[in-house]
């Protein structure tokens, strides 16, 4: 190979490389996500509908994708008689024809496309939100008697890492609460 293609080809693949960077940096731009992005992790009281309270360590990490970004988030619950139990989701958001609401891509068609699941199938019916310094992530969950369940996250941008309020509504009833703050890494 000749010393000009060789150069050629790494100017080809640097230019490349600038134009995948760019092309995130505009879906970050696009999406209003950039703030938010980062690993963060904390601890919380939940409290319960009946007044008790559960210590969690909690977790989340937000990244962008080629056409739109990722929410990853764990909770480790210590039980008193020393159980630990470990819940961890990873949902990818596509943005909408409507400014600040992102899709769920939970799935793939049988075309390869991103698609919601589906509630009816007791799956959740997942999208987000950003509204100025706030991310949600709603979670809606149709119950086999035809009632329901929302989830709602909240991930306000703070001074050094995020506030998270989470809420869990069934069926009109307020059945768990958390509010924390997580530390940006």
């Not at 589906?118 to 706030?134: H, L, N």
């Amino acid at each position: 190979m000749h010393a000009t293609h060789a150069i050629s080809l790494r100017r080809l693949a640097t230019a490349a490389m600038i134009w995948c960077a760019m092309a995130w940096a505009a879906v970050a731009a696009e999406t209003g996500i950039a703030p938010f992005i980062g690993d963060y992790t904390g601890s919380a009281e939940l409290v319960n509908a009946d007044g008790t309270t559960e210590p969690r360590d909690m977790s989340v990490s937000i990244s962008e994708t080629k056409d739109g970004f990722n929410v990853s988030w764990a909770t480790v619950a210590r039980k008193t008689d020393g159980r630990i139990k470990e819940s961890s989701f990873s949902i990818d958001f596509l943005p909408t024809d409507r400014d600040g609401i992102f899709s769920a891509a939970m799935q793939r068609n049988v075309f390869g496309h991103a698609v919601q699941l589906d509630p009816m199938q007791g799956e959740p019916f997942v999208w987000g939100r950003i509204a100025g310094d706030t991310l949600t992530v709603y979670s809606l969950f149709v119950s086999p008697e035809g009632g329901y369940e929302l989830q709602q996250f909240d991930r306000i941008l703070a001074d050094g890492g995020l506030t998270l309020r989470f809420s869990r509504v069934a069926n009109g009833e307020i059945s768990r609460t958390v509010e924390t703050f997580l530390e940006r890494q």
